[in-house]
């Protein structure tokens, strides 16, 4: 049982690339979310998933895009990364009572 | 909508002292409270939750939190801190059965640096 993981743990993009970061679980949970995490300003959600084929903006969701074509993979995209999307990002999927279990993050900086 | 506000940044504090690392909130539901910890260069682990019940809950490694709904805070407390205690800590709340996915809102965090 491995949890919640995340790849990469890292990445360096360029200003105007694309990428993908890949959130698995393998609890069976039905809820899944994406935060990004700033010094200073704790973590904010991206957007989260109800279930499979769902999907739903959060706080900050400008510049991402999301999928949930499978129910233990969650998909967060940068279609044209921004110096300002650098971040930290962890991705957490949820039990029934409210318990959130989170990923080992990926560290993305864009130059 | 909710908040949560975590006064304290930083906390330095020596080993085998105490300590308390306060969290208060805002919401006009009722709602479900958090803490979380985050060691160096690692994920969020939940460290204890309040959901029913009794207002005083526990970790397994000694840390306690006190629901005042009153007051609406949910200060974090340990009376004797270890080195491996050293981390960041971050209060969070959800609404309660609210439809809304059980969205997690997050304090800033507070560091706790424990030394010798």
């Known amino acids: 049982n491995a949890g919640v993981t995340q790849t990469p743990k890292f990445r360096v993009l360029k200003t105007g690339q694309s990428m993908t970061l890949l959130c698995a679980q393998d609890m069976n949970h039905e809820y899944m979310y994406w935060y990004r995490q700033d010094p200073g300003m704790g973590l904010r959600l991206i957007h989260y998933?109800?279930?499979?084929?769902?999907?739903a903006k959060g706080e900050v969701p400008d510049g991402y895009n999301v999928s949930r074509l499978k129910k233990q993979n969650f998909l967060l995209g940068l279609e044209s990364a921004a110096p300002s999307q650098t971040s930290v990002y962890f991705c957490a999927s949820r039990e029934l009572t409210d318990t959130q279990y989170f990923g080992p993050g990926t560290r993305l900086t864009v130059l | 909508a909710q908040s949560v506000t975590q006064l304290d940044s930083q906390v330095p504090v020596f080993e085998e002292a105490p300590v308390e690392l306060r969290c208060n909130y805002s919401?006009?539901?009722?709602?479900?409270l958090f803490w979380y910890v985050q060691y160096p260069n690692q994920g969020l682990q939940l460290l204890l939750k309040y959901l029913s019940g009794s207002t005083l809950v526990e970790s397994i490694n000694g840390f306690e939190a006190e629901f005042n709904k009153s007051q609406t805070s949910f200060h974090l407390r340990k009376p004797s801190v270890h080195i491996s205690d050293t981390a960041e800590y971050f209060c969070a709340v959800s609404a309660l059965n609210t439809g809304t996915a059980s969205k997690l809102t997050f304090g800033t965090g507070t560091r706790l640096q424990v030394t010798l």
């Open positions: 998933s109800v279930g499979e084929g769902t999907t």
């Open positions: 919401s006009s539901v009722s709602v479900y």
